[in-house]
Each structure stands twice: as C-alpha cells, then as structure tokens.
C-alpha cells in the first residue's frame, strides 16, 4: 500500500455495501444515534482508573430514513487566476454545483478582488439556476497575485450581515477554491462559519489555506497541477455531504453520572471544538456542528473513575453495574415531516427521549482476570495518537522550518534533511512503542503513512526560502484534515482519498462528477439540472422473493461486487 488510490471508491464492491447498509438501517428505522463503548466492561470497585477511556460513536442515518435533508446556503469565493490556473475548469465545477444544489437551497458567489461581482447576496435556486449559471460564466481571473484575502472577507461580511431568522433550520458553508501563492498574514475570524478550502496547483499557500480550515472546522483539499483539471470531482467530496445535512449545531454534551465521583479528564476529538468544565470536570462537549447523512463521527473521552466501595443503584441498573456517564445529543434535526426538531436534553425529533447513551460498567467486589481491552476502543485511541504524533512533526519539520519568503533566500535541503525518512522514522518508532497493545490493528495507516512521507520526498531543493515547499505540504495537510474532521479530501486528485470517510451520497456526487468531466452529461454547461437522471438506471437492489407473500430478497445482480 505505498499509495492511495482510490481506496475501493469506486468499486462495485463499495457501492453494493454502501447499498446495503442503507438498506439495512431503513428496515431499522433509524435516527442519529449515540453510544458509548468502554475500553473495560469491568472495573473492581476497590480500584482507582485515572485514565478510562470511553469511546464515544454518533452515528447520522442515510438519506433514505430522512426523506430530505436541511436545506443550505453556499458562500462559493473563488479567487483563481493570479497563479496561473485556467478559470475554465473552476467555472464548470461550480456550475455542476449549482445543478446538484436543491430548488430550497440559496446561493452567493464572490469572484477574486477588484473583478466583477457575480452574485454578492444570496439567490434561491428554485426558479434561477440559469441565472446562477451565466453569472458563472461571466466571471473573470484575477489580475494580479496579490496576497490578498479580501474576497472571503466579502463572503464573511455578507454572511454576519444576514438577519438571525434566516440561520434557523438551515446551513450555511464556504466553500474557498484557490491558487493564491501567499495570503496576508492576519486571518479573519473563522469560527462561525465552516469554510472548505479547495488549493490549485503546486504554488498555492496550502499553510494559509490549513489553517483557513483548521480554524473554521472545515477541510482542506488540493489539486497538483496535473489534475487541476478536475475540480468538479474534487468538489464533489465536499458538495455530496453538503447536500445531504441531516442536523445542524449538532454537539454531544456529556455529563458524570451523578453520584458516581466521575471527572472527565480530557476529550480527543480531532478537529472538533470540545471543553471539560473547568470546576469539577462533571460535564463537557463536542461542537460538531453539521452532520451529514450516514456519516460517522467517533471521539475518545477519558474518565477519572474513583473507587467505589459502595454503590447505589441508578435508573435501570442493578447489582454491581454502575452509570458512569450520559451522553446527548443536542442540535437541530431534519424529520420525515419535511422540517426541522430541535433536539436536547429533555425531548427528541418526533417527541420521543432525549437521543443519548447512558454508559454502565459493571464494578464487582473482587478483582477480574484477565482484562482484555475492547478492540474496536484501543484502535480508535491508536489512531487519535497519530494524529498527535504527526501532528508534531508537522510543527517540528514543516511549520518551525518556513523561512520567510520575504528574504529571497534559496536553501537546498541536506541530503541527510528527508522529511520523508524522519516522518518514517517517527512512525516506526511510534509503532515499535504500541506493539504490544492488546487488539491493535494498524489496518490502512502503515500505507497511508508511507504515502504521506512519499509526498515530502518528492522535492529535495527549496526554491523562494520556504522550507519545504508548499507542493510538498500540501498533501500531509490534506490527509489530516481527512482525519481530523472525519471527512474525505482530495490529496493531490479526487481519486487519492481516505475512504473511510466516503458516504453513500458522497460516493453518489462524485460519480456525477467524473461522469460530467467525461463528456457523459452536464459537462458543457448546456444541460438542465434533469441532466443527472441520464445516467444509465441500475438494476433494483431488492426483487421478489417468489414466495406468497410479500417478502423481498437481494437482486442477485449484486453478488460478489
């Protein structure tokens, strides 16, 4: 696995699985879920664990059990042209998305500084989608390589200038598609407002464009100049979970049972804002914000847990278990109605209960051998750690080492300076210190790792005083962002993604996508938004049983994909 290609994106043996779990959970019925799974399932009551680890798992359901989805309004800037990039292919990737875009959904465009504006406020879809289309094509590059930011800027503005009843069960992203070489130094605020950063080419400032994302709890994704062509399909990754927002200002507060002496510690949770009360440590949260339909987000939450010598019996618990915490989920979710529930504490969508999990461990009066961790908890708390540990050779080898372009400096990289072969260094290293953990399983990381040193061996000579190169950066950026806010990016091609993270409808857009930029439909901007449904109809997924009743059965056309 020396690189990621395609991942099994788009196999047939995805898509059919993908089919079927879908299937699957709409037989269930199922809305967003919440569990909590511990690292132990027993824990002697006599002992003190400073550091129990909990890992925490929400769970969107599909498109198919929400029967619709939040509506959005698109902030679209796109500032392309001073690096040399063709405007055409970002033209024809933004007018794709306008076609994916629902007639419920709004949309603004801000083109780069000092050009013509395009749409400045928000215009509804229904009814102006071809209007929205020929201010695409009237928009024009930029004139000089500034370092500017004063488009997204705009985009800001005209956002906080929006009136608080228009928030109100709907989302609302940036998306930022750029070649810029250097941004200004200060960075506007960020935090309201999700913006997903899109770099084009080798010379864009992938640094500013990270930190964009970083900053706003979007991603970041970048094209090398031999598939800048293919920004449609790169957007794709993004606009197919936009598209399908099943909650908004989602996050999950968590509480120490009462009585239980329970401190939450600390929480891991990538590039999600999260806090722990600073007074007793018996509360905290994750700020999730949007939730995409099928998608998976998981944290890992450490527990201080006290000895408990004698225990009282909670709510639906009995004999030696005990509740150590509640976790609920609050936010805004889309139902089957056509609307938007606010969800909290106290009431659920549809006015059922509050959506959480109550996590119980049993505490028995005597000791247990032996204690096998659970898998699927010292996984996901190996894979929280490098994020942690690249994380810091990113700031020790990456950021610390940027010399100011201003200096017109140019250095060579020592031979014995490959940061390529120090950040395998590090993950041999890493991986030698975990070996004897119970149940890991590296899975893809190894080749995933290996791909990502790969990208920063490709270049041995810095030329400007930036060390390294932004070309060299761009991919290890984008692969944390990947992992770190659980979503897929495009690593240098649409085609080099973490799959992990691919929905359903993600895997859906992009085939629309490369179908488009094949010449299959919608690429010449001529068609209507119906231009989607010429894709060949596929076989139907469940077929009769043949018995006499109304059973189904698998479509056998889908056996071994």
């Given amino acids: ?70 509506p959005i ?14 405007l055409e292919p970002v033209k024809k990737a933004m007018k794709f998305a306008i076609r994916q875009l629902s007639d419920e959904d709004s949309i603004a465009i801000f083109g780069p500084p000092m050009s013509r504006e395009v749409i400045p406020k928000f215009m509804n879809i229904h009814g102006s989608r071809r209007i929205a289309e020929k201010k695409v094509d009237e928009l024009e590059g930029r004139r000089f390589a500034h370092p500017a930011r004063s488009s997204l800027d705009e985009a800001l503005k005209m956002l906080e200038e929006q009136p608080a009843s228009s928030s109100v069960g709907r989302a609302k992203f940036i998306v930022l598609v750029t070649d810029i ?76 049972a009462s009585g239980s002496g329970v401190r939450i510690d600390r929480i891991s949770s990538g590039g999600y804002a999260s806090s722990v009360s600073q007074v007793d440590g018996a509360s905290g949260e994750i700020a999730i914000g949007a939730l995409y339909a099928g998608e998976v987000k998981t944290f890992v939450v450490h527990l201080d847990v006290p000895a408990a010598p004698e225990i009282s019996p909670g709510e639906g618990v009995c004999c030696d278990q005990q509740q150590l915490l509640v976790a609920s989920l609050d936010g805004q979710l889309y139902t089957s109605g056509g609307g938007v529930d606010v969800i909290d504490d106290d009431a659920a969508a549809g006015g059922g209960g509050p959506i959480q999990d109550v996590l119980v461990v049993e505490r028995p ?37 940027r010399t100011p372009a201003t200096t017109g400096r140019t250095k060579d990289v020592d031979v014995d300076d490959d940061r390529g072969m120090k950040l395998l260094a590090r993950w041999e290293r890493f991986v030698l210190e975990h070996q004897f953990w119970v149940g890991l399983d590296l899975g893809s990381l190894d080749g995933e790792i290996t791909a990502v040193a790969n990208s920063l061996r490709k270049q041995q000579h810095v030329v400007g005083g930036v ?95």
Avoid at 187 to 209: C, Q, R, T, W
Wanted: hydrophobic share 45%; aromatic share 8%.
């Fill in 467 to 561: 060390l390294p190169s932004s070309s060299m950066a761009a991919y290890i950026f984008s692969w944390m962002s990947s992992y770190k806010m659980q979503r897929p990016t495009a690593m240098g091609s649409p085609a080099k993604v973490v799959g992990l993270f691919v929905t359903l409808e993600v895997h859906l857009t992009l085939q629309v996508a490369i179908t488009a930029e094949n010449g299959g439909g919608g690429g010449d901007g001529e068609c209507e938004y119906s231009c989607v449904e010429q894709l060949p109809p596929a076989p139907p997924l469940l077929v009769a049983s043949g018995r006499d009743d109304d059973s189904y059965r698998f479509n056998a056309a889908y056996e071994g994909r």
């Fill in 181 to 256: 070489t250097r941004f200004s130094s200060d960075m506007p605020e960020l935090s309201k407002y999700p913006v997903h950063a899109f770099g084009l080419g080798a010379s864009h400032d992938a640094a500013a464009l990270r930190l964009v994302a970083q900053r706003s709890q979007g991603t970041y994704s970048f094209l090398d100049d031999a598939n800048a062509d293919k920004v449609a399909a790169a957007l794709a990754l993004c606009l197919g979970g936009l598209k399908s927002v099943a909650a908004v200002g989602a996050r999950v507060v968590l509480k120490a």
């Fill in 365 to 401: 009066p005597a000791a247990v051998l032996p204690k096998v961790p659970s898998a699927i908890v010292v996984n996901h708390i190996f894979q929280f750690r490098v994020l942690e540990m690249v994380d810091a050779f990113i700031n020790d080898e990456i950021l610390l080492r």
């Fill in 1 to 70: 696995m020396g690189r990621l290609q395609n991942l099994m994106l788009l196999s047939a043996g995805f898509f059919s699985t993908l089919l079927l779990a879908q299937v699957t959970s709409a037989a269930a019925g199922m809305t967003v879920k919440v569990s909590t799974t511990p690292i132990f399932s027993k824990i002697p009551r006599a002992q003190t664990n400073k550091d129990f680890q909990v890992l925490l798992r929400i769970e969107a359901p599909p498109p198919v059990d929400l029967k619709g989805r939040v």
């Fill in 73 to 86: 309004d698109l902030v679209a800037v796109l500032d392309v042209g001073g690096g040399g990039m063709s």
